[in-house]
Each structure stands twice: as C-alpha cells, then as structure tokens.
C-alpha cells in the first residue's frame, strides 16, 4: 500500500496519529511548525523531534513533492506545471494584485464537467487529486518566490465539488492558524453547480468564500453551455444559493463568462438581473480566454462594458474581472493540454 503523504494530514489526524504512538500533543505543533513555518524536506530535519519518533514517521509517512514541470512568467502571472507522483501534469496560476498574491489551484487531474467553452473539459477526469497534492501547489510556488501567499481560489483544473472530501481538508489544511494560516475569508471555492454539494457545504463551520459559474440565464443556454445543467437545472441551484445565502449569511459571487453573441446580449442582462434580485450575491464578468481548440469567441469589451452597465442600472453588484495571463496561455488546463500534446 502506499504510504500517505505528509502534507494530507490536518492538523486533527496528525494529532491521532502522534497520540496513537504514545506522544504528547505538543508533538503536532512542532511538526506543523517544521512543515508550514520552517519548510524542512525530511523528517530527518525536525531536530527537535527524537530519532525514534522520525524513525516512525519516515516508516508510516511520505514526504513526496510535486515537482514544477515548467514556469511562465509574466508581470502580472506565472503560470506553474506540476508533475505528480504518479506522471500526470496539473497547473496552478498565480496572480499578483495590487492587494497580494493569490493562486489559484487545480483539485482533479481532468474534469468530468464537460462545459463547451473550457479547455480543461477536453481532456476527461483521469483522478482527484489528494489533499496533499492541492497543498503542495501553493508550498512550492511560495518556495519557488520566497513570499507568503495571501490568498487561494479553487479555480484551476477540476470540479472541487466532485472531489468534496479532499477539497475540505485542503481547505483544513491551509487555514490552520499553525501552518500556512490563509484565513477563510481569503478562500473562494468556485463550482459549476453541484447542489447536493453545496448544501454539505453550507453546513460546514468554515468561513469560505463560495463562487458559482453560472454563465447563462436560463435553462436552455445553460444547459447547451454546461451539461451539469440538466442535472441541476436554475430553479434548483437558485434555490439552493438562496438557502446557503440565509444559512450562511456570506454573500456569493456569480462567475459570468463573456461569450460573443452566446450570452452577452442586453436580453441575457436582462434575464440574469431578474434572476438574481433581492440576493445577496455579486457577479464578476470574465472576459472569455480565448483557446485554439474552441471556437466560442471572447465578447468584445465594449460589449461587456454594455452588460456591465445594464447590471449596474438594475441595482446588481457586478465587476469586470481583471484579464491575467491570456498572454501565457493561463486559462484554465491550457498548459496542461499543450503538455499532453507534445507527450
Ligand atoms: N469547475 C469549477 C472550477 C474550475 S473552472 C467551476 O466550474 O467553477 C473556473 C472558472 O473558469 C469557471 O467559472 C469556468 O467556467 C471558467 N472558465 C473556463 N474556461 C474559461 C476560459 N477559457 N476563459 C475564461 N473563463 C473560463
């Protein structure tokens, strides 16, 4: 069997296991500190500990790493690609704000989600991803620039509801106030839609920020666009978003894609303000990132500027996502799928 990976542990099942050997707490906390503070490679390194308990862990534990493929810079993103223990490439993209550094992480090797417009929809889910795998995207890229990352969005390859429990404990995992300490606020969970998911999610006593693709206003473009639709048609999401909204009282943002004369008509403003009035809810417009595979074509900007407008006379929160990366090939599972092409 093989062996389960530092980094997968949160901060609890460490704690456990450590009791489990007949340690005292305290054990947890150093090791957190070695891993998340300190950054050591080997057990071997955790000079506090004795030789018999790191005997124990590099016997129990692995210390694997995923290991950057290839980089692209530019000022504004680097885009990273991982190799995974088992071959497979994922990415992760990060951005630099004005306000700090955010990456945005990949939870599955593929996606099964199939939406039309996305890359990473191409090539089919080949696994999730383990916990230990998402919390080494952003220990290597803070590795890689010698700077705390401030915040983390789920948004890179994958559907992070069809891979629920990993995602969680991530999330577990890089809040700790021990470790990385990314506080919840500074977490956004993006998913195309999947309701049972996201009422376990309401539940849950973590403070995240929850983002949905909704991308259309109605049943039928949605459903042609994303065929997670047909599963979980507007009514029931809409619904769903007004129970978490309540439950949780934190606002949702609503992700919008910009796709040329698809839904970015005045008509598809018109729908998407009705649709979201009275809700505490915010829509970020993302300009379409282009990909050579797909013919959909990004709305022009004085198109979105329209949009924007119409929202704002409608009384809706709504911003224009800032464009990062189109320039290196960042939206999401481009990289990845230029990779497998020269495999
Ligand atoms: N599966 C999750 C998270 C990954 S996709 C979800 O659907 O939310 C992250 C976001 O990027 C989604 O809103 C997705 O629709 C959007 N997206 C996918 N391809 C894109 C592209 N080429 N340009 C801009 N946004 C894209």
């Not at 949160?10 to 707490?25: A, H, P, Q, R, V």
Request: charged fraction near 25%; glycine fraction near 4%; hydrophobic fraction near 40%.
């Amino acid at each position: 069997m093989r062996m389960r990976n530092i980094f997968d542990y949160t901060y609890e099942e460490l704690n456990d296991y450590l009791i489990s050997l007949g340690e005292k707490s305290f054990r947890t906390k150093q090791i957190w500190q070695w891993l998340y503070i300190h950054k050591v490679k080997s057990f071997d390194e955790m000079t506090n500990l004795s030789k018999e308990l790191i005997n124990k862990l590099k016997n129990n534990i692995s210390f694997d790493y995923l290991v950057i493929k290839t980089k692209q810079e530019s000022n504004l993103t680097n885009k990273y690609l991982f190799s995974l223990p088992d071959g497979n490439y994922i990415e992760a993209v990060l951005m630099k704000h004005d306000y700090g550094l955010s990456v945005c992480v990949s939870s599955e090797v593929g996606c099964n989600m199939g939406c039309k417009f996305c890359e990473s929809g191409r090539l089919k889910k080949i696994r999730n991803l383990e916990s230990f795998e998402i919390v080494e995207q952003i220990m290597l890229i803070e590795e890689d620039l010698k700077q705390r990352i401030d915040s983390v969005v789920v948004m890179g390859i994958g559907e992070p509801f069809d891979n629920y429990d990993n995602i969680i404990k991530f999330i577990k995992i890089i809040n700790n106030p021990f470790g990385l300490a990314i506080g919840a606020r500074h977490i956004t969970v993006s998913t195309c839609g999947l309701v049972p998911k996201i009422k376990e999610f309401m539940n849950l006593p973590l403070q995240v920020n929850l983002a949905i693709s909704l991308h259309a206003p109605n049943d039928e473009l949605r459903s042609s666009l994303m065929p997670i639709n047909k599963a979980y048609p507007l009514a029931e999401l809409m619904a769903c978003l007004k129970e978490y909204i309540q439950k949780t009282n934190r606002r949702i943002t609503i992700e919008y894609v910009m796709l040329k004369e698809v839904n970015d008509s005045l008509e598809c403003a018109d729908k998407l303000a009705n649709l979201l009035k009275g809700m505490n809810a915010y829509v970020n417009l993302i300009p379409y990132n282009e990909t050579s595979h797909i013919e959909f074509l990004k709305s022009s900007k004085n198109q979105i500027r329209l949009f924007y407008d119409y929202l704002k006379k409608k009384g809706i929160n709504v911003t224009i996502r800032k464009e990062f990366g189109s320039n290196i090939d960042a939206a999401c599972g481009q990289l990845r799928a230029k990779e497998g092409e020269l495999k």
